[in-house]
């Protein structure tokens, strides 16, 4: 079941290809609840250092800042549409 991304969703995919280098990856194929981390199937398998690279683009493109010590990081890490309404929810 292919689940639709919204259009924001989009386009924070395509920062994610961009700032983790994933040139086999299509934005538009990523599934927006499926877990960015670990090993599941559906998932994209990203580990901590892409964690930094993402907060640091995320930083870059939208002026929001992720912070390992927040409470509620591990949620907002766990999947594209998690992150998407995070970074949506703090934009300048």
Do not use: W
Not at 37 to 44: A, I, V
Not at 64 to 76: G, N, P, Q, Y
């Amino acid at each position: 079941m292919v689940i639709e991304k919204t259009a924001v969703e989009l386009e924070l995919a395509a920062l994610l290809v961009q700032a983790l280098n994933l040139e086999d990856r299509d934005a538009a194929a990523i599934d927006p609840v499926a877990p960015l981390f670990g090993h599941d199937q559906s998932g994209l398998g990203l580990d901590s250092i892409d964690a930094l690279e993402i907060a640091l683009a995320i930083q870059q493109k939208y002026g929001v800042e992720l912070r390992s010590d927040d409470a509620d990081t591990k949620t907002i890490f766990s999947s594209l549409r998690e992150l998407c309404a995070h970074v949506q929810s703090r934009r300048r």
